[in-house]
């Protein structure tokens, strides 16, 4: 399996007819087993991309293309979305078999589903709970197990940590990388953090300002599985480094150009 | 200089403090004072019956089951409108929120009715569906609708498109994600209708019973001030304040039950 995403640009059109340049021209695959990472300034169009992907939102040129799939898996992608989205009526256990509901499994095949992958994001005696009794951390993971329970070919996930603390968020990093490797699926994962987009890619795209244009695409030739002996390694810093001078000019100019 | 200053907490006055004690004092005073004006008959009894004389009648006409006659009648038509109205109106608020062309079709005829008095109907109702039961629960129906209808639409409308969009994403179909997603987080927006809706619901019986019925608790009011028994008058208001609370608190339960994810 391999996802074309194919020359894709997009423009929103408000009611007054105002035009918002959101993504310009994007191309690049996702290959089987290969974990993406986007990166680029504040407003450029990542969660865009990310929903033309999804499905969930039309590009006004291009397409994504998901190259030999059997159509028996549908849906082919599942999000984690930045806010969670997760059900406030559902508890954790019910929120994470929502899509396996969909596909018509049977309740037992959903439970031994979704006990494995409470397991897997470490929630094990929470099922009953709901998600406002949960911490941000907590609902991140069932948010991530709900999007793996349903075995997508492509997980898609938009600044998943964005909203935890550093400490949960570098807990967070390791264990997504574990949980890679556990799954050899396709990520997609979009981020503004160059730290965790080098910790966590096989290959990083890194977009422009708004319109969001490809800059470079990075290959990142590090060693799995990675830990946190990584972040103190002279490569590693140097794939910050180098992702970061990308980035610095493009927030430099549009820092000027909102003040 | 030093000097100690401890910290007071600006925002004491925001704590809303709780005075059971004075509910009922002023409650239990009240009913006292009333007793004592028509002992002392500064009023005429007949005018203001005692609070004792209007419990005594009330016990009277509970032992003669007389009573229940009454409340029975009202309690079902009420029921009857209630139920057709919520049903319709989740149907309705539905369908008008989420498609476009029930949405086109719909939302002017509503805004155009919403206005009209639902009083005002009763004398057409009773021409369309004759004198008997179906006119009072169609007034009835039609007075919660409104309200119920209103409120599911704001309610679907105010649907976070985070969830649809997940649910989409997990695979689910448009009539799925109306099962799924809309109709759990509307529910809140349901319960506040039907607690709007039965305030409604008493004013239109009552008032459906006094235009024409031969039992029902607005029947029951309007004979006893003919016959000027008001004591038994005042009996049938108790009745109805004591519906109004007993339908609230009855809502309040089930809006636990059925929405266990608010605490
Ligand atoms: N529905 C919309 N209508 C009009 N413009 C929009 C809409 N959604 C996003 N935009 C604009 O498109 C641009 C890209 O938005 P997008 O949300 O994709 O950015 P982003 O890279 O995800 O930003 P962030 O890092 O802050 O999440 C922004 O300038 C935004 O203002
Ligand atoms: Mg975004």
Known sequence: MKVLIDHISKTYVDRKGERTE?????????????????????????????????????????????????????????????????????????????????????KTEQSTIAEQFISMVGLRGFEKKYPHQLSGGMKQRVSI????????????????FS??????????????????EETQKSFLYITHNIQEAVFLGDRVVILSRRPGKVLSIMKIDLPRPRNEHLTVEKKYLEYVNAIWRYIKEQAWEALEEKT | MIEKEI?????????MKEH???????????????????????????????????????????????????????LSRILWGFVIAC???????????????????????????????????LPLLILWLGIGEASKVAVIALGVFFPMVINVYTGVKNVDPLLIKAALSLGSNRARIIRKVILPSILPMVFAGMKLGIGI?????????????????????????????????????????????????????????????KQ
Not at chain 2, 110 to 120: H, V
């Open chain 2, 87 to 121: 049903s319709f109106g989740v149907a309705v608020g539905i369908s008008i929120g989420f498609f476009s062309i029930p949405e086109a079709v719909g939302n002017p005829i509503i805004a155009a009715t919403f206005p009209i008095p639902k009083i005002a109907i």
């Open chain 1, 22 to 106: 959101a993504l310009q021209d994007i191309h690049f695959a996702i290959e089987e087993n290969e974990f993406v990472v986007v990166v680029g300034p504040s407003g450029c169009g990542k969660s865009t991309l990310l929903n033309i992907i999804a499905g969930l939102l039309s590009p006004t040129s291009g397409q994504v293309i998901f190259e030999g799939t059997r159509t028996n898996t549908k849906p082919h992608t599942a999000v984690v979305f930045q806010d969670f989205a997760l059900f406030p009526w559902r508890t954790v256990l019910k929120n994470i078999v929502y899509g396996l509901e969909e596909k018509g499994l049977n």
């Open chain 1, 145 to 160: 197990a709900r999007a793996l329970a349903n075995d997508p070919l492509l997980l898609l996930m938009d600044e998943p």
């Open chain 2, 201 to 261: 619901a008493l004013l239109l019986v009552v008032a459906a019973e006094m235009v024409a019925a031969d039992a029902g608790i607005g029947f029951m009011i309007l004979t006893a001030a003919d016959l000027m028994q008001t004591k038994k008058l005042m009996v049938g208001l108790i009745i109805l304040s004591l519906l109004g609370i007993f339908f609230n608190w009855l809502f309040q339960k089930l809006e636990r039950v059925f929405i266990p994810w």
């Open chain 2, 7 to 15: 910290v007071q907490d600006k925002t004491y006055f925001l704590q």
């Open chain 1, 163 to 180: 909203a935890l603390d550093a400490q949960t968020r570098t807990l967070m990093q390791y264990e997504l990388s574990r949980i890679w």
């Open chain 2, 20 to 74: 059971p004690w004075l509910s009922v004092a002023s409650f239990v005073g009240i009913f006292l004072f009333w007793e004592m004006v028509s002992r002392m008959e500064w009023v005429p009894p007949l005018f203001l019956p005692s609070p004792s004389g209007i419990l005594l009648e009330g016990w009277a006409m509970l032992k003669t089951g007389l009573i229940f006659k009454h409340i029975l009648a009202s």
